[in-house]
């Protein structure tokens, strides 16, 4: 139990570190720029291909049993309401964890082993600035953007579904996916994502970073870097989504 | 032998968990000299190198470069020291996600920035061009020969000027031909630049080749420290065997 809290502890100091270091200079834009591309640009597709396929699945699981209650005007608000309060954001997380969780945890653990980032260190450079911050922040970032885009990618999906099956023109679905939605229902789930990328970045960059074995370190950093981001992940929602009911009680409603 | 000490070890103790590493170990290196370290595998050598450019820390002792105590000192004073040493790694080390040529640039775009980018191309053509790979700017490392990715490493701990050059088995790997060119790569540094050489080796004849002095560890302790000639007057049997030629 005092292992488990120390390691804890570990982690969390790791993050606060990485977050002071964040605005301290010298700022590694290079790095920066080339950690967004990677892991925002490069993670598009999956987020697309996914969330455009949970739509399709979400909509036609909701139509079999809408119909029955002869409620099918309802299955685009569903939808919406669905992947913009909830599933958008988890599931775009644990996707991102699961790609670019094991790619930060099994490339920095992969440079530890190979001596790189003590050779980054012997040339006055600051590994933990240039190989950590930087990668955490393009994660706490690059979250929020690609939630919006499975958001929409489900939007589009479901309505391929619901157009197959009822041709319901797009102006239609659109009206009723958005007629109940708030601004409140969209901007406190993507921000929230802020605090999944802030929890993948430190997770992995933490087994990465401080891996002290050979190839089956990477392997170990890979593997607990997913496997704890995402219970992280689905443990710090159930306590962001209180929050969110707490500031903004209608969309407890 | 009478220059300022470029290194100074002062009873220097380091353990991994139980297992003694260096265990009061205390030498000196003057300014422009070649120190060889040698000794059986599992000895310290490496962590004594990593010691001098302060990736680890002696658990007792002092570790000066150039009279200043980097045990002690701050990461931005550690950070300063560095800028004046080079550290060839055993594997190279090169950064595997950049080209030979960025993995020179990083180095100058991060801490000399006064250089203009064509300074700092200007500066890397020339540091490649002395280690022979003038051709291969663009290359990636995984594309390098074993020979070559220790010139590029080579390359890279050259690219800040140092006074003060860590090498890491440059042999290991190579053939007999090729390690001697890195030899000649090293001799030529020291010459040219009066830099201050500590390598770590196996191999006997770069070596006596290469080194003023020779150091001799065995089971964390310095057991010979001298010219090679008179290390081949040893009492110790270890120190014989290692430093003789047949």
Request: proline content about 3%; some cysteine; glycine content about 8%.
């Amino acid at each position: 139990m005092w292992k488990f809290f120390a390691f804890i502890g570990e982690v969390s100091l790791f993050g606060l570190k990485a977050l002071v270091d964040t605005f301290r200079p010298p700022f590694e834009w290079e790095f920066f720029v080339h950690e967004i591309e990677e892991i925002g640009w490069r993670s598009l597709p999956l987020i697309l291909s996914a969330g455009f396929a949970l739509g399709v699945v979400l909509s036609m699981h909701t139509r079999g049993t809408l119909v029955q209650f002869g409620a099918e005007a309802l299955i685009p608000t569903l939808q919406s309401a669905s992947f913009f309060n909830e599933l958008g954001p988890l599931v775009t997380a644990l996707l991102v964890a699961g790609r670019v969780g094991a790619g930060i945890g099994a490339g920095i653990a992969n440079m530890r082993v190979t001596e790189q980032i003590d050779a980054i260190e012997s040339l006055s450079v600051d590994s933990f600035k240039m190989l950590v911050v930087t990668r955490i922040v393009a994660c706490i970032l690059i979250l929020p953007m690609l939630t919006v885009f499975m958001d929409f990618a489900s939007l589009a999906g479901g309505f391929l579904a619901e157009y197959l099956a009822s041709h319901i023109s797009p102006q239609l679905y659109l009206d009723r996916a958005f007629k109940t939605l708030e601004w409140a229902n969209f901007i406190p789930p993507t921000l929230k994502t802020s605090v999944f990328g802030f929890i993948i970045g430190t997770v992995s960059g933490f087994f990465g970073y401080t891996t002290d074995e050979g190839s089956e370190g990477v392997q170990r950093a890979a593997t607990n870097s997913v496997v704890l981001s995402s219970l992280l992940i689905i443990l710090v929602d159930v306590i962001l989504v209180k929050a969110i009911f707490f500031f903004f009680p209608r969309n407890a409603l | 032998m009478n220059d300022p000490a470029a290194v100074e070890f002062e009873h220097v103790f380091k353990t991994f968990g139980n297992r003694k590493i260096l265990d009061d170990v205390s030498f000196e290196i003057s300014e422009g000299e070649a120190l060889c370290i040698m000794g059986r595998s599992g000895t310290g050598k490496s962590v004594t190198l990593k010691l001098m450019i302060g990736l680890l820390k002696p658990d007792s002792g002092r570790v000066c470069i150039h009279s200043e105590d980097i045990v002690h000192s701050s990461e931005e004073d550690l950070s300063r020291v560095r800028r004046h040493m080079g550290f060839l790694f055993q594997s190279a080390a090169l950064l595997d996600s950049f080209t030979v040529g960025d993995n020179l640039a990083m180095p100058l775009r991060r801490l000399d920035k006064l250089k203009s980018p064509s300074e700092i191309k200007r500066a890397v053509d020339e540091t490649l061009g002395r280690v022979g790979l003038d051709l291969d700017i663009a290359k990636m490392p995984s594309e390098l020969s074993g020979g070559m990715r220790k010139r590029a490493g080579l390359a890279r701990a050259l690219i800040l000027h140092p006074t003060l050059l860590l090498v890491d088995e440059p042999s290991s790997g190579l053939d007999r031909i090729t390690a001697s060119e890195i030899d000649d790569l090293l001799l030529k540094v020291k010459k040219e630049y009066r830099t201050t050489l500590v390598i770590v080796t196996h191999d006997v004849r770069g070596a006596r080749r290469v080194g003023d002095r020779i150091a001799v560890l065995d089971q964390g302790c310095l057991i010979g420290f001298g010219t090679a000639t008179e290390l081949d007057k040893s009492d110790h049997e270890i120190v014989r065997r290692l430093v003789s030629e047949s």
